[in-house]
Antibody, heavy 127, light 113 residues
Framework: QLQLQESGPGLVKASETLSLTCSVS??????????WAWIRQPPGKGLEWIGS???????YYKSSLKSRLTISVDTSKNQLSLKLSSVTAADTAVYYC???????????????????WGQGTQVTVSS | DIVMTQSPDSLAVSLGERATINCKSS????????????LTWYQQKPGQPPKLLIY???TRESGVPDRFSGSGSGTDFTLTISSLQAEDVALYYC?????????FGQGTRLEIK
């Protein structure tokens, strides 16, 4: 059974860089031909997709975060990574990684649903 | 970006009664080439990540109880719980995967009346 687990410092100072890792077990990142995602959820708010990465290293990001965000993949460690620079209080959230659902090639439009998700890791930006 | 709007924001339903949550997209998520709606529903319980319930607007994920059903097409969609159980208390989100960026509804909180 595929499992995802996010990890990283729970507290980051404003203006510094947030770094998170998503460790995948029970399956290989390389087994999915689609893009794995990072999604965040600010306290008491809804879900926000922030970026996606393919096992080849190809990425794409939410436009408003593009200048601050770097997502990468390490297939040898079966891990995804996220780095968000110059953080502010608005970046305080639970950060999730998630596996893309299997969309048949004939139906592929570039995106997917997500299943499963990691348990999430809380990140708080302090001033 | 496609804006997803759910209604209501919160809902209280008696045990055993029907619960209905709506999701409206700012543009159609129906792909004419395959006649499929690129719309999914998740359930999120406190302290847990979202759990996939339904994809293609109406296809129930394996293991999801059949009291959960999805319907709708184009821009208007509905998640129905036919007979509310105590364990269904949660937040529910719709998400479109028709185009990048994927976007979510703001969520609907479902409670017991």
């Amino acid at each position: 059974q595929l499992q995802l687990q996010e990890s990283g410092p729970g507290l980051v100072k404003a203006s510094e860089t947030l770094s998170l890792t998503c460790s995948v077990s029970g399956g290989s990142i390389s087994s999915s031909t689609y893009y794995w995602a990072w999604i965040r959820q600010p306290p008491g708010k809804g879900l926000e997709w922030i970026g996606s990465v393919h096992y080849s290293g190809s990425t794409y990001y939410k436009s408003s975060l593009k200048s601050r965000l770097t997502i990468s993949v390490d297939t040898s460690k079966n891990q995804l990574s996220l780095k968000l620079s110059s953080v502010t209080a608005a970046d305080t959230a639970v950060y999730y990684c998630a596996r893309p659902g299997v969309v048949p090639a004939a139906d592929w439009r570039g995106e997917s649903w997500f299943d499963p998700w990691g348990q999430g890791t809380q990140v708080t930006v302090s001033s | 970006d496609i804006v997803m709007t759910q209604s209501p924001d919160s809902l209280a339903v008696s045990l055993g009664e029907r619960a209905t949550i709506n999701c409206k997209s700012s543009q159609s998520v129906l792909y004419s080439s395959n006649n499929k709606n690129y719309l999914t529903w998740y359930q999120q319980k406190p302290g847990q990540p979202p759990k996939l319930l339904i994809y293609w607007a109406s296809t129930r994920e394996s293991g999801v109880p059949d009291r959960f059903s999805g319907s709708g097409s184009g821009t208007d969609f509905t998640l129905t719980i036919s007979s509310l159980q105590a364990e269904d208390v949660a937040l529910y989100y719709c998400q479109q995967y028709y185009s990048t960026p994927i976007t979510f509804g703001q969520g609907t909180r479902l409670e017991i009346k």
